[in-house]
T-cell receptor
Framework: DSGVTQTPKHLITATGQRVTLRCSPRSGDLSVYWYQQSLDQGLQFLIQYYNGEERAKGNILERFSAQQFPDLHSELNLSSLELGDSALYFC?????????????FGPGTRLTVT | AQKITQTQPGMFVQEKEAVTLDCTYDTSDPSYGLFWYKQPSSGEMIFLIYQGSYDQQNATEGRYSLNFQKARKSANLVISASQLGDSAMYFCAMREGGKVTGANSKLTFGKGITLSVRP
């Protein structure tokens, strides 16, 4: 158990819909990262938040948005969903101390868009 | 150009034997970190080992060691005494840039290598 929690574990929805994925980082971790894993694109960085502020953006679509709340949990909002958005979405949090500031991943949310 | 290259399509190893999973990387930043993650069929991503670009010694974590060859830009993972539970996908990843307290940069992942351990 990495200490990072994600809900829901599975999500099935239809095209055009909007969903929200939730993530709680490890206790004390201020950085939260969102990644998307799909068969064709592999593991791709979407966005990073640090202590409530957006720090970096990767290949995140305009239909997607995220935020980090004062209690440090984060939400990834996906709207106008398309079939191609079906993927495993990971949240990771970064240790605040340590040699490599390694990222610990949550169990992921598997999104299926039908 | 790909920043992390993992070209082995699939690897097989006999139980109790050692196996090396290859990873090459590309960066012009003198400060970077290299990571290996394991993804079993259940889907979770498990952190295995870390190597910093300025580390003088190869990293080791239990049965995992990282063969870091900086000049060749390779960071191969060595798993000793393979176990059936080691069967999984293995990802090499890189963080570019020095560590900035609390605001670390993203990981760039390779495409992964599938490892199958035979009994």
């Amino acid at each position: 158990d990495s200490g990072v929690t994600q809900t829901p574990k599975h999500l099935i929805t239809a095209t055009g819909q909007r969903v929200t994925l939730r993530c709680s980082p490890r206790s004390g971790d201020l950085s939260v990262y969102w990644y998307q894993q799909s068969l064709d694109q592999g593991l791709q960085f979407l966005i990073q938040y640090y202590n409530g502020e957006e720090r970096a953006k990767g290949n995140i679509l305009e239909r997607f948005s995220a935020q980090q709340f004062p209690d440090l949990h984060s939400e990834l909002n996906l709207s106008s969903l398309e079939l191609g958005d079906s993927a495993l979405y990971f949240c990771a949090s970064s240790v605040s101390k340590g040699r490599g500031y390694e990222q610990y991943f949550g169990p992921g949310t598997r999104l299926t868009v039908t | 150009a790909q920043k992390i290259t993992q070209t082995q399509p699939g690897m097989f190893v006999q139980e109790k034997e050692a196996v090396t999973l290859d990873c090459t990387y590309d960066t012009s930043d003198p400060s970077y970190g290299l990571f290996w993650y394991k993804q079993p069929s259940s889907g979770e991503m498990i952190f295995l080992i870390y190597q910093g670009s300025y580390d003088q010694q190869n990293a080791t974590e239990g049965r995992y060691s990282l063969n870091f060859q900086k000049a060749r830009k390779s960071a191969n993972l060595v798993i000793s005494a393979s176990q059936l539970g080691d069967s999984a996908m293995y990802f090499c990843a890189m963080r570019e840039g020095g560590k900035v307290t609390g605001a670390n940069s993203k990981l760039t992942f390779g495409k992964g290598i599938t490892l199958s351990v035979r009994p």
